[in-house]
């Protein structure tokens, strides 16, 4: 009763945690019928002399090991960092012993110190990537100086020790090596999941804003004409009441009320103007940038619309969506310069005939130098308060290619940041007439 208690207590559940119980147990079988087969087939068939007693006994304490977790603990149980590299730790150290009694570094299987490393390399935290990194290597420098001969027909092999020590360091280099590159590699994977994971969460909820200002729009635009009639009509009873009758007061307040409801739809319809799906699904360029930078223009500073022809162009202003991922963007980067300018924010809108820029320039400090490069990459953060993810800018840059868009960041010379925002033309302009997105970029590493 006491040891089920303790088991209970010791319950290796986490509902967050990095691999299912299920996963190391399946690998753990995969790894005992390998050596089980390996035993048998050298001893009884190639014919050498191998202590059966002492390795089948240790390949049989981990297939016990491996039922007892498998009626302890449901198979779909997530394994907390610690529980896991535990499991990881013994496999090691089961594989230690199985090859200290079969011949040491000499045994062709000593490569499989690597397995549960580059394992844990995937799934665990730094810490306990190095601490089972090192356990491994503690452990190929134990059997290289204590195991038993290698199983040889007739007298021992003896390799000289020139090659020994060779082989020592090739296993401890590449347990380094892979574990290093692996827990690289898997750590950016997941940064990059994870990123990727809260630009949707952006996306959607400026997807759910648009929404609302379709709807916002809807509304103003069936609501618009009923109100007009309505305040028609009590304004000509006003009109016909006689001066002192008990009703003037009651219809002066009833045409302020009505005409107070027709301001409200009209700032509704202000804020939802540009919706895909309402009769403003198109606006021009510069509308859009002004619609994207009205959020974020704070009292103590000024944001300023510049729009122009580039060169000696004499194209019409485009007009575009008002697309979700446009509007969060080039928001999100006008946020940025705002935060970090002194007293002025400038949205420069151009176009000609084959290309349409946005460039927001602040006079702020500019950009580090040192992250210049790195601008646009996920957790690359120019400030150093708490809290921040350094996700913004991604975030902003990832949407805006989404529309086919190329954002460049720089440094101005006279001081300040610039981001530059360059559309194809045809290619801004068809985003409201496909009422689609070009195809979104996957995740990689």
């Not at 809807?218 to 009923?226: I, M, R, V, Y």
């Not at 702020?364 to 996920?378: D, I, Q, R, T």
């Not at 957790?379 to 954002?407: C, D, P």
């Amino acid at each position: 009763m006491e040891i089920a208690n303790w088991l209970e207590t010791r319950s290796p559940r986490a509902p967050g945690g990095p691999i299912r119980l299920r996963t190391l147990i399946l690998i753990r079988w995969v790894a005992i019928s390998g050596q089980l087969v390996s035993l048998l087939a050298v001893h009884f068939s190639l014919g050498f002399e191998l202590p059966l007693l002492l390795t089948l006994g240790a390949v049989g304490l981990s297939a016990l090991v491996n039922v007892l977790s498998t009626a302890l603990w449901p198979p779909q149980t997530r394994l907390g960092d610690t529980d896991a590299a535990l499991y990881l730790g013994y496999d090691v150290i089961q594989l230690s012993v199985l090859l200290a009694l079969t011949g040491g570094l000499q045994n062709p299987f000593a490569l499989l110190f690597v397995v549960p490393v580059t394992v844990a390399a995937t799934i665990l935290s730094l810490r306990s990537t190095v601490v089972l990194c090192t356990l491994a290597l503690v452990c190929i420098s134990l059997v290289a100086i204590f195991h038993w001969p290698l199983p040889w027909d007739g007298s021992p092999l003896v390799l000289p020790p020139v090659y020994m020590t060779g082989l020592w360091a090739a296993l401890v280099l590449g347990t380094v090596f892979i574990a290093a590159y692996i827990f690289r590699v898997s750590a950016e994977a997941r940064r990059m999941s994870d990123a990727y994971d809260a630009l949707q969460s952006a996306l959607a909820k400026e997807q759910r804003l648009s929404a609302l200002g379709a709807l916002s729009a809807a509304a103003a635009h069936e609501l618009g004409t009923p109100l007009s009639t309505i305040l028609l009509v009590t304004k000509e009873i006003a009109r016909e009441l006689p001066a002192g009758s008990p009703l003037a007061h009651d219809m002066r307040l009833l045409v302020e009320q009505t005409a107070r409801c027709r301001e409200i739809l009209g700032r509704l319809s202000g804020l939802s103007q540009g919706a895909l799906d309402s009769p403003f699904g198109r606006l021009p360029v510069s509308a859009l940038a002004e619609a994207a930078a009205a959020p974020h223009r704070p009292r103590e500073r000024r944001v300023v619309i510049l729009p122009q022809a580039l060169g000696h162009s004499t194209a019409l202003e485009p007009e575009t969506a008002r697309r979700a991922e446009i509007m969060h963007g080039l928001g999100n980067l006008v946020e940025n310069a705002v935060e970090f300018s002194r007293v002025v924010v400038e949205l420069h809108v151009g176009w000609d005939d084959k290309q349409v820029t946005i460039d927001v320039l602040d006079d702020g400090p500019g950009f580090p130098p040192g992250l210049l490069a790195e601008l646009g990459e996920p957790y690359v953060s120019t400030r150093r308060e708490a809290g921040r993810l350094g996700l913004g800018l991604f975030i902003a840059k990832t949407l805006l290619e989404r529309t086919g868009a190329e954002i460049i960041f720089r440094n101005r010379q006279g001081g300040g940041a610039q981001v530059s925002v360059a559309w194809p033309r045809a290619v801004l302009e068809s985003l409201a007439a496909e009422g689609r997105l070009l195809s979104p970029p996957k995740p990689t590493a």
